[in-house]
């Protein structure tokens, strides 16, 4: 829980806000003043995440949005601006990890599948709502990136392709949009339990080995970060990929074959 106002009076849509960390994102800005819309794909748990946020005395709305329509997208900006009026922040939160296989074993659905939901959907939405950022003269994009656009996961070929394409978007777009003061950045999230098999204690425990602050992340980690860069504190930062994780991506070896293992690290009374 905050104690900040920074986002009074503006309005924060974030896509797959009904779980995980659209929706720690999602509380975080409401929390802070933001008028919301929660849009998923999910309305039953768009609807519940939005009654949380009312009984906490924030404002939303809960939009029924798959991002792979077209449609559904045009439908979701129409609600929020007849609601609001405008849209100051749009987090491109929504993606899908879910099917892993190997490439040999792979076809055009599932590749389409991932490039749409986690690449195109980015691009559909950015270009519907910037020009109302743009007319107003302000504005900030947040797009959902991932590790694996730099380092790769094993069964996850179009996952990462769409990863690594949200990064080179989030970099071009900032440079388009920077005249019309809209501000675009990516946040780079690590392991970040949100499925109930990243909380099985085996997955822990592997997990909390491997990332240098020892431990997963939470969606909550990943919503001040969000909140950061929407806010003025970060009014020069634009075309930027924040990684929040630990330090995972920064190893050379895991833990697991290190040669300076971090039981060799000096105890404090050695120091
Ligand atoms: N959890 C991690 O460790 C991790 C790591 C790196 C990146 N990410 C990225 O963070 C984002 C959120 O991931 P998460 O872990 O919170 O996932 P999650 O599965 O917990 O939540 C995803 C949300 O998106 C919604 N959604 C899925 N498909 C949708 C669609 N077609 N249209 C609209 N909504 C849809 C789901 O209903 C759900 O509410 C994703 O872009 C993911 O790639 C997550």
New binding site residues.
């Given amino acids: 829980m905050t104690d900040l106002r920074r986002f009074n009076g503006q309005v924060a849509l974030v896509?797959?806000?009904?779980?995980?960390?659209?929706?720690a994102i999602v509380e975080r800005f409401a929390q802070e003043g933001a008028s919301v819309v929660v849009?998923?794909?999910?309305l039953t748990?768009a609807d519940a995440v939005v009654s949380g946020i009312t009984a906490g005395g924030g404002t939303g709305i809960a939009v029924k949005?798959?991002?792979?329509s077209k449609e559904d997208i045009s439908a979701m900006i129409e609600k929020t601006i007849a609601t609001y009026g405008k849209i100051d922040i749009l987090v491109n939160?929504?993606?899908?990890?879910t099917i892993a296989k190997h490439f040999l074993t792979t076809d055009e659905a599932w590749w389409d599948h991932f490039l749409d939901?986690?690449l195109k959907?980015q691009y559909l939405i950015s270009r519907l709502v910037a020009p109302f950022m743009a007319k107003a003269g302000k504005g900030c994009i947040i797009n959902?990136?991932?590790?694996?656009a730099t380092r790769s996961h094993r069964g996850m070929v179009a996952?990462d392709a769409s990863?690594g394409g949200v990064e080179g978007f989030t970099r071009a777009l900032a440079l388009e949009l920077a005249p019309y003061g809209i501000r675009v950045n990516a946040l780079?999230?690590?392991?970040?339990?949100?499925?109930p098999e990243?909380a099985e204690p085996v997955a822990d425990e592997r997990r909390n080995k491997t990332v240098p602050i020892g431990r997963g992340?939470t969606?909550a980690d990943l919503a001040g970060p969000a909140a950061f860069l929407a806010s003025e504190d970060a009014a020069y930062i634009t075309g930027s990929c924040l990684v929040v994780d630990g330090a995972v991506l920064v190893q050379q070896r895991s833990p697991q074959v290190e040669t300076f293992p971090i039981d060799t690290f000096p105890k404090l009374e050695d120091i």
């Avoid at 896509?15 to 929706?23: D, F, M, N, V």
């Avoid at 959902?144 to 694996?148: K, L, P, Q």
């Avoid at 780079?188 to 499925?195: A, C, M, S, Y």
């Fill in positions: 896509t797959g806000s009904a779980h995980g960390i659209g929706q849009a998923d794909i999910d748990g949005c798959d991002v792979k939160n929504a993606g899908d990890v939901t986690n959907s959902m990136s991932s590790g694996g996952y990863k780079v999230p690590g392991l970040i339990v949100t499925r990243h992340g969606p």
